[in-house]
């Protein structure tokens, strides 16, 4: 599209009340200008909180925004941010497929005042409101946005799933996005990236191209693929896969530690785990505590993946058997055997990380996959979010607490190698699958904001928004794509 050029925006610019105004969306098409980051008031040279610029567009509903970013000299590694009016993050970008120089593509879902954020990696603004919210200055150097919306020529491809059915495309050439809509016409599953390398190897669904989505169908119906942002040709590739007779799925958690080449996880190699006991104490348990500890883990496990799937009434075909190290042997390495370990510590495992999984597995094509859960930020002393100990006052019941906790943290994991990907964590709606950030509410802790109290809530698989900073739009059923990826 063609650009008006503008001037840069007068510093400080670094939060959403200080934005440089583009007429983006009124007056203009698209925009172009030259700026840099570490020139503000907040950059290395100066407070050092973190240099930012933000740029004020007019969204319309079903217009789609494009923000370019060229560093064509420094050492700026870009990232573009999309807030709505209230500050809450709706869109990121970090790298393009060309490079460390950003391209964020997001179409509006609502008329409003929009605010893009060009950054250096690795700092984000804690509050987008407050241009000294940064963490440390990160990356600096030039650059040259443009930003512009246009009407978006989308086409359809219609392809008829039953309940269980998993759909898979990719495109390549011009197009770069690729969207899945339920037969209602929801947003199931945008797509602008190609994520495919966190399937498992015996996934069938394609990859490659430009953009990759996918769908375990929870309705009968039509289903439309919608391909979008491009001009030109392009080819994409549509696959549906139907689920027959497979055998039960177990699910094996570990506490007794292991040994395990952590390179799997993007670790250094084999290592040895210490068991969930050697961090009792840290969290002012003891030995005695360790059986309820496990019960705790156990129940909370067994809700989310097991009963709250039945209780559904989706798939009646849905069957899981979940097993421990404390009441059974360890079945790992039998076939249709998947395994959390509960216990460790990132310098044991080498992997910096609380939770990880093995693979996203959507469909769970794949049935013998690992997970971690280590336990030594969740148990450090009080003071981080990330630490159960935060939490933890003499109105807890501590066992309880840290068990529901650490139970929660399990499902999580459980969740990815059964299918899903993170949702929104900052959001009114808690879920399983929300990613780290808001420990608060993955913890399960309540309004009083201690944990093991009478107040604190209930966190399940279900509906939410897809996480705005990992590249998928739409809506996902967390709980669906378990029920019917888990089935017999």
């Not at 005695?288 to 500890?293: G, H, L, P, R, Y």
Request: hydrophobic residues 35%; charged residues 20%.
């Amino acid at each position: 599209m063609d650009a008006t050029e503008i001037g840069p925006n007068p510093e400080d610019d670094g939060a959403i009340p200080l934005a440089g105004e583009t007429g983006v969306g009124t007056t203009e098409q698209a925009v172009t200008t030259t700026a840099a980051i570490g020139d503000g008031p907040h950059g290395s040279a100066a407070s050092g909180s973190g240099d930012f610029d933000f740029y004020e567009v007019t969204g319309v509903a079903g217009r789609t925004l494009t923000v370019d970013v060229d560093t064509p000299a420094g050492e700026l590694d870009s990232v573009v941010l999309l807030y709505d009016a209230e500050g809450e993050l709706i869109a990121l970008n970090d790298d393009s497929p060309e490079g460390l120089d950003s391209l964020l593509v997001h179409q509006f879902a609502a008329d409003g005042t929009y605010y893009v954020a060009v950054i250096g990696f690795p700092t984000l603004p804690a509050d987008p409101f407050d241009s000294a919210s940064g963490g440390g200055a990160g990356s600096e150097g030039p650059y040259q946005v443009t930003i512009g919306t246009a009407e978006q020529d989308t086409d359809f491809f219609a392809v008829k799933l039953r309940p269980g059915d998993v759909v898979g495309a990719s495109v390549e050439g011009s197009a770069a996005k690729i969207t899945v809509y339920d037969p209602d016409g929801r947003e199931v599953h945008g797509s602008d990236q190609d994520a495919s390398s966190l399937y498992p190897p015996n996934s069938p669904l394609p990859g490659g191209g430009n953009a990759v989505t996918e769908h375990v169908a929870d309705k009968a119906g039509w289903h439309y693929v919608g391909v979008s942002l491009g001009d030109g040709m392009y080819d994409i590739t549509v696959e549906a896969y139907r689920s027959g007779q497979q055998p039960r799925q177990t699910l094996f958690l570990d506490f007794d530690g292991a040994r395990i080449n952590t390179a799997i996880f993007g670790g250094p190699g084999v290592r040895t785990l210490s068991p969930m006991r050697a961090f009792l104490g840290r969290w002012g348990l003891t030995a005695a505590d360790e059986d309820a500890v496990i019960d705790g883990i156990i129940a909370g496990v067994r809700e989310n993946l097991r009963h709250d799937m039945i209780e559904s009434g989706l798939n009646p075909r849905f069957d899981i058997r979940i097993l421990n190290s404390r009441d059974h042997a360890d079945p790992f390495g039998q076939a249709n055997v998947s395994r959390i370990i509960i216990g460790g510590s990132i310098e044991e495992s080498g992997v910096p990380t609380i939770g990880v999984a093995q693979y996203i597995d959507p469909g769970n094509f794949g049935t013998q996959d690992s997970a971690l859960v280590l336990l030594d930020v969740l148990s450090d002393p009080a003071g981080e979010e990330p630490s159960l100990n935060t939490y933890i006052t003499e109105a807890s019941n501590r066992v309880e607490f840290v068990g529901r906790a650490v139970g929660n943290v399990t499902a999580h994991e459980a969740g990815h190698f059964f299918g899903n990907w993170h949702v929104d964590q900052f959001n009114e709606q808690a879920n399983i699958m929300d990613q780290g950030g808001n420990f608060p509410l993955m913890f399960a802790v309540g309004p009083d904001g201690v944990g093991g109290t009478a107040d604190d809530p209930d966190v399940d698989f279900g509906e939410d928004t897809f996480n705005p900073g990992e590249g998928f739009t739409g809506t996902e059923d967390t709980l669906s794509r378990i029920v019917f990826g888990v089935t017999r």
